[in-house]
């Protein structure tokens, strides 16, 4: 459904307000710890004339700060709490700042021999306003810093200029160096209490402001960074038919995975093979395939879809940062995708688009080295793939490294035995370390598929048992016919494979040893994404 103009927003109820409010509390304290520690300073410096009043209170305040600051660094309070702390701590640190100002006129007096009322009148009257600029500007501060609506934002201003008027009101010099209650009959009466009002009103006013437009433009980025019901935090990537946000569930604060079609990418056929991607891929339910949640359109046409969000590095990483994999660890990530590819195949579907980057390791439900298959954006229905409009003819449909021949020559002769041979490429990039064929051009490695048989594992200098590689090799035949016929044939073959098993101390050793590298390496196109509104009743 889509938020009314006066709810509230869901972040702002739940914990991520409750973190924020709390770090944000902390930094105000911050500011005003060094802002009286350098008060204090400039007192210190003169010190040597006069040890008074201001230089105490400079000191106790800095040192308030400072300890209200370590309070909400510490812990995670409820956001209750934090509301009723935030309020007495105001009062109570201002309360005790009301009287600087007073101090202040103390020295000021002493120094300057004020002698005559109408001097000390006049000092009096300068420090008082002086001081409530001082004030102004630290509430400003806090309306500036601190998450809060405008109207708790007045009565907050409003109960912090309580003690600032009041105190230069009816707190006087007492002539000896202190203070003193200020007599009624005084000549202050009634105008400084009514002039130091009406500028505190402008305070409020100012500060309701400054409260509203910040408070505002939050709720903004808030909603600008929705997608029905999912909250996008950051890009993590991107490919082909669209760009992948880090997002979380709004309600459930479950981790997700939105992929959305690119602005760029929006053509009419780019949408209905985006689409058909979900709808596809939401039919298969294989553990070692990706889990797609749910999905829409923004309101600005763009379709996304939601899926769960992988712990892991995809195979082209692990390569790259651990080079050639032993074959046991081949042979379970193999075994894992045949699975996968079973699914798929059993009710139509061939992936197109298999390779390194499309199949992740990761650790789900405490197991290490779970593989996913990821991104049927090239998905190919065997029953209806006759739309010119999807599947366009002389363009290549995949990735020329792991492209079976009969995919190059005519992608929609392609069954699910060109998978099989991709997965032969994958497995070979595995143990070798490297591409099956490398060329200079599409043209040469695609001509190299055609009519150039892979190298033996020998010839690469890397040593494979005789059974796996003629596997890996035999998913390489240039003939569909002389490969595995199907991906669950393909998994007993591996299965019967002489070869030690892949065992999760074997995956934790490696994690541990390969995870700072992993973890150094920034996710691509990673940072402050572009923001999205959407109008979630629409999805």
Known sequence: MALSARSTPASDSGEEARAFLQARLALYWKVLFFIMLVASGLALAGAWKRI??????????????????????????????????????LLLWFSCASLLPRYTLVGFAEERRLATAEGALYADAYLSILGMVGVAMWVSLRAALVPSSPWRTIAHTAMVGVPTIVTPSLVMPDGAGGLTLRPLDSAVFPWMPAALIMVWFFVMLTCAVISKVIYGLRAEIREARRLGQYVLERKIGEGGMGEVYRARHGMMRRPTALKLLRADQAAESKMIRFEREVQLTARLTHPNTI???????????????????????NLQRVVDVGGAQPEARVVRILTMACGALAEAHAIGLIHRDIKPANIMLCSQGGERDVVKLLDFGLVKELAIDGDAKVSVANTLTGTPQYMAPESIVDADSADPRADLYALGAVAYFLLAGGEVFRGK?????????LHQPPEPFAARGVTVSAELEAIVLACLEKDPARRPQSALELRRRLEACAVEPWGDEHARQWWLEHQAALAGDAAPGSGVGRTIAVDASRS
């Open 441 to 449: 051009s599409v043209v040469e490695v695609c001509s190299q598929h």
């Open 52 to 89: 008074g009043g201001d230089l105490v209170m400079d000191l106790l305040l800095a040192v308030s700060a400072a300890g209200l600051w370590w309070v909400c660094r510490r812990g995670a309070y409820s956001l209750r709490f934090l509301r009723w702390f935030e309020s007495l701590a």
């Open 291 to 313: 889990t797609i949640f749910d999905y829409g359109r923004t309101d600005d046409g763009i379709f996304y879809y939601a899926m769960e969000l992988l712990d892991g590095a």
